[in-house]
């Protein structure tokens, strides 16, 4: 089981930190993925008749990295209303000052503001623990940052099985094999630095991009020695491009090989190994009531899960 906040089209992190692991998911499992709408007001409460058309953006994104809704179950987290009552249930027993200790609790208020510090914002990790939980969900893909969010759902879950008895299941981190990919500054890549490559970008827009990427900053002259290893331009080489990877580092090392050139070999492999993908996405974008109708479908399925869930937490509580 997993979940993402709807944040619009989806980048080449998005991809390789967390698609590439949902589609291999859905190989031997059976997956729910969560488009998360009800996380996205917590820091776009002002600005919420976006979500919708986000939501149907990063859909199309899904569906074009190579999610197939008929093996696995994607859904729309307001559709749920079991997951907003099971917050309040969970709430009740979870200390506050276990939510002000997960790490992006201060950062994220630190780098967006005091306007995000909201009672919705701090319990974020609880509502996320509850999209787990609601789903019996055995097995989360996670990248390294969001550990910590999970052994928080495992806590609070602990505390519930204990007060209540064995109602819920404790989740298991399932670690992305490529969890950091740098933007084109050097940063992680991410929509509020400015330093993406969309999997919607086209070709020409994706080569300017990698045109402008930062790169060792050893390396003045083509002859110079460089350190690939440090380079993001070498990053996406050894991920695209493996077979040639090592040729590529010595040559860099040696002052064989100019940034530019190699800048120009990333791009032309980046942008083969994005085509089907965007092949995919055009397609996907001229039908907007196929994803709706994927989504209608999915939280049917999805919110069967989630009622016997939440009655079984009553019962456990003496609720009802
Ligand atoms: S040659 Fe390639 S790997 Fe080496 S510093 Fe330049 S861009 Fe990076």
Request: hydrophobic fraction near 40%; include cysteine.
């Amino acid at each position: 089981m997993a979940g993402m906040r709807p944040t619009g089209r989806m980048h080449v992190g998005h991809l390789l930190g967390a698609l590439r692991n949902f589609v291999a998911l859905t190989e031997a499992n059976d997956c729910f993925y969560e488009v998360a709408d009800l996380h996205a007001l917590t820091t776009k409460f002002e600005r919420s008749t976006e979500i919708a058309s986000d939501v149907r953006e990063m859909v199309t994104d899904w569906l074009a990295a190579g999610l197939d809704p008929t093996r696995c179950t994607i859904y729309l987290q307001s559709r749920i209303p079991e997951i907003s009552e099971m917050a309040v249930l969970l709430a009740m027993l979870t200390p506050v000052s276990w939510l002000e200790r997960v790490p992006t609790y201060k950062d994220q208020i630190s780098t967006l503001g005091q306007e995000i510090a909201t009672h919705g914002f701090l319990g974020y990790p609880l509502m996320q623990t509850v999209d787990i939980a609601i789903m019996r969900g055995e097995a989360v893909p996670v990248g390294q940052d969001q550990l910590p969010h999970l052994e928080f759902s495992r806590e609070v879950i602990r505390r519930f099985n204990h007060l209540y008895g064995p109602v819920l299941l404790e989740p298991e981190p399932v670690l992305s094999a490529t969890p950091y990919v740098p933007g084109t500054d050097g940063r992680k890549m991410s929509k509020s630095y400015d330093n993406s490559i969309l999997l919607a970008d086209s070709d020409a827009a994706t080569s300017a991009k990698v045109e402008t990427m930062y790169t060792d900053p050893t390396k003045i002259r083509k002859n110079d020695p460089g350190h690939p290893e440090t380079c993001p331009v070498f990053f996406f080489q050894r991920v695209f491009n493996e077979a040639a990877a090592d040729d590529i580092a010595h040559r860099c090392r040696s002052g064989a090989l100019g940034c530019v050139e190699d800048k120009r070999d990333m791009a032309k492999h980046l942008n083969a190994a994005l085509s089907p993908i965007r092949e995919r996405r055009r397609h996907f974008e001229t039908k907007p009531a196929l994803i709706d109708e994927i989504l209608e479908d999915g939280s049917k399925r999805a919110r069967a899960i989630a009622q016997k869930t939440l009655a079984a937490v009553k019962t456990a509580m003496g609720l009802g």
